[in-house]
């Protein structure tokens, strides 16, 4: 087993692809590596058996960049989950890109760069991450009946103190776009893989002072919902 640094700082273990963690699971033994539409070969990480990583390109749960700064150029990642119509397995497929706010001033457009500051024909991030074995899953073989998105933090309220740790930004979601986190063009994908609006939507908090949520619909960025914020604070003890 090699060991390196990502530019991140992260210390990453790399193993043969047909070495990896997930093949412990007894089920995963003989499994095969399958290829996909995108001609791949090859929880959300791997420290529990069961995920498949077919792409070596992105080491998973490790750092990423750039990142949003407050009141400053937003970046966001795009990722999708779908079940192979074929073999039955869920694949991850992951897809960055960013933002940048423009205020025209002067009636120009902001001098601002997006990413490298170099178009998109010169390489853009897409990669299929992996899959999960269709046999894994139980009631989740057919289908789903919720699908929930936001964040989460752990609170031992350690000496009867809510914890320390921001969700997010560290901002409340009424602060709104370059201060607080987001979740953008929140769809679901139905039984023949394809994209559908949200139905039925409805959000939830369980420390209202210390965190929050905040949903939306616009045309560029469909069912968008913003969250997270500061932890302990003075209406937050």
Known sequence: MATAMSPGGDIIDCVHISNQPPFDHPFLKHHKIQSDAYQATGCYNLFRSGFIQVKSEIAMGASISPLSGFRSPQYDISILIWKDPDE?????????????????????????????????????????????????????????????????????????????????????????????????????????????????????????????????????WGHYFYYGGPSRNQNCP
Request: glycine fraction near 16%.
């Open 88 to 220: 039955g397995h869920s694949a991850s497929m992951i897809e960055w890109g960013g933002e940048v706010v423009n205020s025209e001033a002067g009636g120009l457009h902001t001098l601002t760069q997006m990413g490298s500051g170099h178009f998109p024909e010169e390489g853009f991030g897409k990669y299929v991450l992996g899959y999960w074995p269709s046999f894994l899953f139980l009631y989740l073989a057919n289908s789903a009946s919720m699908i929930e998105w936001g964040g989460e933090v752990v609170n031992s309220e350690a000496g009867g103190l809510h914890t320390l740790t921001q969700m997010g930004s560290g901002h409340f979601p009424e602060e709104g776009f370059g201060k607080a986190s987001y979740f953008r063009d929140i769809q679901v994908v139905d039984s023949s893989n394809n994209l559908k609006a949200l139905k039925g939507i409805s959000t939830f908090t369980h420390k209202s002072n210390c965190y929050g949520v905040q949903t939306g619909y616009s045309g560029d």
